[in-house]
C-alpha cells in the first residue's frame, strides 16, 4: 500500500540505493524510490513476477518455504556479494502473516519458528550487507490485545507479555541480537484500512548488521503512532529535518495513481501459492 511504500522510502533512504531487494515484492510498490536500476524482487506469483521485469532488473520466483532462496538470490546480475552479508544494501519487507506447516529454522541461531512472517524477514535479512538498512512491516499482537482490555496499564502488560511469549521473543531476541534495530513502531490498521489490509504493523528499522542498543520490545514496547501528523513528524526527523520530505512522503495516501505512476499497480503480493492476497 501507498503508504507502506513511502514510509519505507524515507525511514531507509531508498532513493540512495545501489542494490534495493524486496523478497515478497507483488507489484513493485516497496521498491519504487529506489534508483530503476538498482531493484531486485522475488516474487512467487507468475503473473506479477513477469510484470516486476518492467520495473526491476533483476526478478526471481523463489518459494522461501521450499528451502530454495539464498541470499545469492537478492543479487543483480552484475553485482558481487560483499563479503560481510549479502549485496543489498536496502531492503524492504512487507511479507504475508500467517503460520508455517511446520517450524522452520532461523539459521545460525539454533532457534525455529511457525510464523511465516518472522521466518520470510530473517531469511530476507541474510542478504543485506554488513552496512545495509531494512525496514519490515510485521504484524503487532497490539490487535488481540486491545480487544481484550480497555485498561491502558493492563494493556501495556499483556502487550509486553505478548513480545516476550516463547516463540516470539525467540525471534525478537535473534533480530535485535544481530542487527542494529534502530527504530520499533506501530501503526493501527485505521491508516491505511482503505487500501486492503487493517491489521496494526510492527515498523521495524535496521542500519547495519550488529547488536541493538534499543531495548527489547518486551522490555521497551514500540511507540505508538495513531496519526497522520505524528508519522509524519516522525518521517520528518527520521529523514533528518529536511524541508517538506514527510509531507511527500504521506501525502496522500490513498492516491494510487501517483504512487504508481505509468499504470503502475501497488500492493504486496502473495508470497506462497494458494494463500490470499493481501
Not at 512467487?44 to 538470490?73: C, E, H, N, W, Y
Not at 545495509?132 to 499482537?141: N, Y
Not at 525467540?170 to 485505521?190: A, C, K, Q
Given at each position: 500500500p501507498p503508504i507502506k511504500a513511502?514510509?519505507?522510502?524515507?525511514?531507509?533512504?531508498?532513493?540512495?540505493?545501489?542494490?534495493?531487494?524486496?523478497?515478497?515484492?507483488?507489484?513493485?510498490?516497496?521498491?519504487?524510490?529506489?534508483?530503476?536500476?538498482?531493484?531486485?524482487?522475488?516474487?512467487?506469483?507468475?503473473?506479477?513476477?513477469?510484470?516486476?521485469?518492467?520495473?526491476?532488473?533483476?526478478?526471481?520466483?523463489?518459494?522461501?518455504?521450499?528451502?530454495?532462496?539464498?541470499?545469492?538470490?537478492a543479487d543483480l546480475p552484475s553485482s558481487q556479494p560483499s563479503a560481510a552479508g549479502g549485496s543489498a544494501d536496502r531492503i524492504a519487507v512487507n511479507p504475508p502473516f500467517g503460520r508455517l506447516q511446520k517450524p522452520l529454522p532461523l539459521e545460525g541461531t539454533g532457534k525455529k519458528t511457525a510464523q511465516l512472517h518472522h521466518y520470510i524477514a530473517w531469511k530476507a535479512l541474510a542478504s543485506m550487507s554488513f552496512d545495509g538498512k531494512a525496514v519490515l512491516f510485521l504484524p503487532s499482537p497490539k490487535q488481540a490485545i486491545f480487544q481484550g482490555s480497555n485498561n491502558g496499564e493492563q494493556q501495556a502488560e499483556l502487550l509486553a507479555r505478548s513480545y516476550n511469549a516463547p516463540e516470539a521473543r525467540s525471534f525478537w531476541s535473534s533480530l535485535y541480537g544481530r542487527y542494529r534495530v534502530t527504530g520499533h513502531y506501530t501503526i493501527p490498521g485505521s491508516l491505511y484500512a482503505g487500501q486492503g489490509a487493517s491489521w496494526p504493523l510492527d515498523v521495524v528499522v535496521i542500519e547495519g548488521m550488529g547488536p541493538s542498543t534499543r531495548p527489547l520490545p518486551a522490555a521497551q514496547l514500540p511507540e505508538w503512532y495513531e496519526s497522520y501528523d505524528k508519522l509524519k513528524g516522525l518521517l520528518d526527523e527520521r529523514n533528518g529535518h529536511r524541508t517538506g520530505v514527510g509531507a511527500a512522503a504521506i501525502g496522500s495516501v490513498n492516491d494510487r495513481s501517483a504512487e504508481g505512476g505509468a499504470g503502475l499497480a501497488l500492493g504486496a503480493g502473495s508470497f506462497a501459492a494458494g494463500r490470499t492476497e493481501r
Amino acid at each position: 500500500p501507498p503508504i507502506k511504500a513511502r514510509g519505507s522510502g524515507v525511514l531507509i533512504g531508498m532513493d540512495s540505493a545501489r542494490r534495493a531487494f524486496d523478497p515478497t515484492a507483488g507489484n513493485g510498490a516497496l521498491l519504487l524510490s529506489a534508483p530503476a536500476e538498482s531493484r531486485a524482487a522475488n516474487e512467487i506469483d507468475p503473473a506479477r513476477a513477469d510484470f516486476l521485469k518492467s520495473v526491476a532488473p533483476s526478478v526471481r520466483q523463489k518459494d522461501f518455504t521450499a528451502g530454495d532462496f539464498t541470499a545469492g538470490d537478492a543479487d543483480l546480475p552484475s553485482s558481487q556479494p560483499s563479503a560481510a552479508g549479502g549485496s543489498a544494501d536496502r531492503i524492504a519487507v512487507n511479507p504475508p502473516f500467517g503460520r508455517l506447516q511446520k517450524p522452520l529454522p532461523l539459521e545460525g541461531t539454533g532457534k525455529k519458528t511457525a510464523q511465516l512472517h518472522h521466518y520470510i524477514a530473517w531469511k530476507a535479512l541474510a542478504s543485506m550487507s554488513f552496512d545495509g538498512k531494512a525496514v519490515l512491516f510485521l504484524p503487532s499482537p497490539k490487535q488481540a490485545i486491545f480487544q481484550g482490555s480497555n485498561n491502558g496499564e493492563q494493556q501495556a502488560e499483556l502487550l509486553a507479555r505478548s513480545y516476550n511469549a516463547p516463540e516470539a521473543r525467540s525471534f525478537w531476541s535473534s533480530l535485535y541480537g544481530r542487527y542494529r534495530v534502530t527504530g520499533h513502531y506501530t501503526i493501527p490498521g485505521s491508516l491505511y484500512a482503505g487500501q486492503g489490509a487493517s491489521w496494526p504493523l510492527d515498523v521495524v528499522v535496521i542500519e547495519g548488521m550488529g547488536p541493538s542498543t534499543r531495548p527489547l520490545p518486551a522490555a521497551q514496547l514500540p511507540e505508538w503512532y495513531e496519526s497522520y501528523d505524528k508519522l509524519k513528524g516522525l518521517l520528518d526527523e527520521r529523514n533528518g529535518h529536511r524541508t517538506g520530505v514527510g509531507a511527500a512522503a504521506i501525502g496522500s495516501v490513498n492516491d494510487r495513481s501517483a504512487e504508481g505512476g505509468a499504470g503502475l499497480a501497488l500492493g504486496a503480493g502473495s508470497f506462497a501459492a494458494g494463500r490470499t492476497e493481501r
